[in-house]
């Protein structure tokens, strides 16, 4: 037989897709063709492929080769290819039978002595198959743990070519994959170490019940960035499906350790404010790579020294968070990654960022107003709870007889509030307060009564308060009544969301 086929997956951003690898040899001169949109990384297969065969033990068929990649008008990428090439290559030339193969995908790169070498993106390429109906793949042994976590499907493990042709031909096994271990979330900073700032606590726990973005300004030390970092420690552990979302794109990235199994912890992400555009929400040459805000997704991007970063790097945050996803359009196609996350902001008042506070500031009013200025209005708009952290006194430092609240005891709350909420938005699809939308929350049932909300339709008119903002705070007091227990928000409630909005009260008085 000259013809064969051999099943693979092709990734394009976090979405698989069943690629065919045919391959047909002829008479003619000895050539290699490789169609079907290949990107440089898989036009060099064919050395790689060929270098490998021969030094497996295989004949290189001497004819004329084309290999194609089906559907031909879907990117093709990176070295995931290699070896279902070799094994369509062989099955061509008659080498190897093809009914093993029938309905097996086969993923791995392979190198120039036969060896199989891991491979980015085995996660969402085995769960694509596995929506295609596919039950039995083969991997590099680098990857079987990784590819083992998706349920429905058997993983076969190799390290060779040598070692797949022989168990395709029935003369040897494949390896066993390493069992999957599901063990519970590594422990990071505890809440029990902050002292003092009860604003600060308080609104990151508003902020983790809800799922609301969180900025907070205050001068150095004031315990700003030690706040962002335990954030992640009172979130509830991701369930199955964001699980597999967020380790399929650790995985496309490249940073899933080599024994992987289910992050169940909520991601953290702080890049560096020198981080580029194309690091901070995604990019590169081709089909671009997830950034620090898709590899974030179902948990935190913290931007210490917030006004540090690039005035345009900033401003390309505000769609994705609005949004929850990233859009990249390259001219080689176009790229969407989730980013659904809770953005923190930590930023210093000025620029000489006293640590005695705003009294003992050197700063004009001008520098202190171009310095906040790089976080722009639009953005700040987008965060829902914005707070000012003062120092902290000799009293709070080293009075305190009692350690504060753990982690442990605020997690229990916001998962209660958690729970409360999704069962109340359960109907429409929602998980978080954060993420219904506004007019929901101004239609009945859910619209609270006028005289709660007589302050904040006061402020809209006047201009003080956006659309957006208005909807936000409602968001807030929803959480703020789920940490409570009870099944609807206050008047009360609503002034306090606006505090934690606005820095301060509306004045209830206002709407008279």
Known sequence: MSYARVLCVGLVGVAGHLVEVEADLSPGLPAVVLTGLPDTALHEARDRVRAAMVNSGQVWPNRRITVNLLPAMLPKHGSAFDLAIACALLAGAGELPLAPMEGVVVLGELGLDGAVRPVRGVLPMVAAAADAGITRVIVPVG????????????VGAVDSLHRLVAFIKGQGPLLDRPPVRDTPPPSGPDLADIAGQDLGRHGLEVAAAGGHHLAMIGPPGAGKTMLAERLPSILPPLDDASALEVTALQSIAGVLAADAELVRRPPFQAPHHSASLAALVGGGSGLAMPGAISLAHRGVLFLDEAPEFAYLTLQALRQPLESGRVILARSRGTTEYPAQVQMVIAANPCPCANPAGDQHCQCSAIARRRYLGKLSGPLMDRID??????????????????????????????????????????????????????????????????????????????????????????????????????????????????????????DRQAGR
């Open 143 to 154: 990857n079987a743990r990784e590819a083992a976590v998706v349920p429905g499907v058997t």
């Open 385 to 506: 709870i914005q707070i000012r952290l003062q120092p902290l006194g000799v009293a709070q430092l080293m009075t305190s007889e009692t350690p504060a609240e753990p982690s442990a005891e605020v997690a229990a709350r916001v998962r209660r509030a958690r729970d409360a909420a999704a069962a109340r938005w359960a109907a429409h699809g929602w998980r978080l307060n954060a993420e219904v939308p506004g007019p929901q929350l101004r239609r009945p049932p859910w619209r609270l009564p006028p005289k709660d909300t007589k302050a904040l339709r006061a402020g809209l008119e006047r201009g003080s308060l956006s659309a957006r903002g208005f909807d936000r705070i409602l968001r807030l007091a929803w959480s703020i009544a789920d940490l409570d227990g009870r099944d609807r928000p206050s008047g009360s409630d609503v002034d306090e969301a606006a505090q934690l909005r606005m820095g301060e009260a509306i």
